[in-house]
């Protein structure tokens, strides 16, 4: 690690983040050592969720078109992602499909993400990971009805648990990935309702609960702090709150879903001007901070328990920012920091 870049860290952190940051450091050489993970059962009798597809409105004939469409790509190997289009017939879980480089199966927390010759382009390997593909395929299944995408979305879980064994890899070293993987589970599972597949990966005896524990357990245990928290702590707690609120299945979910409840009132002050902007000042930071705290809010309306009004009056002063920047065209200026359209730069913390 370059000794003058780890020298700016340390000046923009207080005393706090570093006795934090060296606690979690401490906690990682215990973690480390411990040669057995075994994750408690899931109470799926528990979820009380009834999400259902609702009947597609005609005018949404078009955007379907171009998801089913999308959807077919992926069943072939096609996949465009972060402006980069490449074959697949895996996926492998922990190539750099633009570099060629294959990152080890090492003890994720602590693995050097920012060495390309550990990890490549490390937004290639997590962006995969999100598994925004597999939510295309999960609307394309629940609107036509077609095996096919099930099959292929079962498939890829079941290989993606087999490959990234709980605590391995570099797909289990940002929180932040944790809680946006968690809120596209959440969505395939819904959309897989009333399937062999819903069953074989989130019934009773379903894959899929183990390691949805694990992403719990670590995001408690490893939130941005200090000057890392930015987008990267909402994100982390957004999912946690969807996954708590969606899934009350573990005995610790209602703390977990006390604390994400928590963080989030306070963050969307913190990093929310009144006038609704997001402090970043970078407008697709403000659209990502906006989805961020606009999925937990869904989720706590519809399970009774919403978010404070002030909350809620943020998040549509940020929702209505954004007509407010657009011109006469339609065109939003792209103003501040940006990663998700441009060669990946690493920043602290990874993806954003």
């Given at each position: 690690?370059?000794?003058?870049w780890?020298l700016n860290r340390l000046?923009?952190?207080?005393?706090?983040?570093?006795?934090s940051?060296?606690k979690?450091?401490?906690?990682?050489?215990?973690?480390?050592?411990?040669?057995?993970?075994?994750?408690?059962?899931?109470?799926v009798?528990?979820i009380?969720?009834?999400?259902?597809?609702p009947?597609?409105p005609?005018e949404?004939?078009?955007?379907?078109?171009?998801l089913?469409?999308?959807?077919?790509g992926?069943?072939?190997?096609?996949?465009h992602l972060l402006?980069?289009?490449?074959?697949s017939?895996?996926?492998?879980?922990?190539?750099?499909p633009?570099?060629?480089?294959?990152?080890?199966?090492?003890f994720?927390?602590?693995?050097?993400?920012?060495?390309?010759?550990?990890?490549?382009?490390?937004?290639?390997?997590?962006?995969?990971?999100?598994?925004?593909?597999l939510?295309?395929?999960?609307v394309?299944?629940?609107?036509?009805?077609d095996?096919?995408?099930?099959d292929?979305?079962?498939?890829?879980?079941?290989?993606?648990?087999a490959?990234?064994?709980f605590?391995?890899?570099?797909?289990?070293?940002s929180?932040?990935e944790?809680?946006v993987?968690?809120?596209?589970?959440v969505w395939?599972?819904?959309?897989?309702?009333?399937?062999e597949?819903?069953l074989?990966?989130?019934?009773?005896?379903?894959?899929?609960?183990?390691v949805?524990?694990w992403?719990q357990?670590?995001i408690?245990?490893?939130?941005?702090?200090g000057?890392s928290a930015n987008?990267?702590?909402?994100?982390?707690?957004?999912?946690?709150?969807?996954?708590?609120t969606v899934?009350?299945v573990?005995?610790?979910?209602?703390r977990?879903?006390?604390?994400?409840?928590?963080?989030?009132?306070?963050?969307?002050?913190?990093?929310t001007?009144p006038?609704g902007l997001n402090r970043e000042l970078?407008?697709?930071?403000?659209r990502?901070?906006?989805?961020?705290?606009?999925?937990p809010?869904?989720?706590?309306?519809r399970?009774?328990?919403?978010f404070?009004?002030?909350?809620r009056g943020?998040?549509?002063?940020?929702?209505?920012a954004i007509p407010?920047?657009t011109?006469v065209?339609?065109?939003?200026?792209?103003?501040?920091d940006?990663?998700g359209?441009t060669?990946?730069?690493?920043?602290?913390?990874?993806?954003?």
């Amino acid at each position: 690690m370059d000794p003058a870049w780890l020298l700016n860290r340390l000046r923009g952190m207080s005393p706090g983040e570093i006795v934090s940051r060296v606690k979690f450091a401490l906690a990682t050489v215990i973690w480390n050592r411990r040669r057995r993970w075994r994750a408690p059962g899931a109470d799926v009798s528990a979820i009380r969720d009834r999400w259902s597809m609702p009947a597609l409105p005609a005018e949404s004939r078009p955007e379907i078109t171009q998801l089913l469409a999308e959807a077919e790509g992926y069943l072939k190997g096609h996949y465009h992602l972060l402006n980069h289009r490449y074959q697949s017939k895996g996926p492998d879980w922990h190539l750099d499909p633009i570099t060629g480089t294959r990152a080890p199966l090492d003890f994720g927390p602590t693995m050097n993400y920012r060495d390309p010759r550990v990890a490549g382009d490390i937004k290639n390997i997590w962006e995969l990971s999100r598994h925004r593909q597999l939510t295309v395929m999960a609307v394309a299944y629940a609107v036509t009805g077609d095996a096919r995408f099930g099959d292929e979305i079962e498939r890829q879980l079941k290989s993606w648990v087999a490959e990234n064994p709980f605590p391995l890899g570099l797909n289990w070293h940002s929180s932040l990935e944790l809680g946006v993987r968690l809120t596209a589970w959440v969505w395939i599972e819904r959309l897989l309702r009333g399937s062999e597949q819903h069953l074989r990966l989130f019934g009773h005896e379903g894959v899929l609960w183990p390691v949805i524990y694990w992403h719990q357990w670590l995001i408690e245990r490893h939130l941005s702090s200090g000057s890392s928290a930015n987008n990267h702590l909402i994100g982390e707690v957004s999912g946690l709150f969807v996954a708590a609120t969606v899934w009350p299945v573990f005995r610790e979910t209602p703390r977990w879903e006390r604390l994400s409840r928590k963080i989030l009132e306070a963050e969307v002050i913190n990093q929310t001007y009144p006038s609704g902007l997001n402090r970043e000042l970078a407008s697709s930071y403000h659209r990502f901070a906006l989805e961020l705290f606009l999925l937990p809010g869904i989720e706590a309306q519809r399970s009774g328990r919403p978010f404070s009004s002030g909350y809620r009056g943020l998040v549509r002063k940020m929702t209505e920012a954004i007509p407010a920047l657009t011109d006469v065209g339609g065109n939003r200026p792209h103003f501040g920091d940006e990663d998700g359209w441009t060669r990946y730069m690493v920043e602290d913390g990874g993806s954003g």
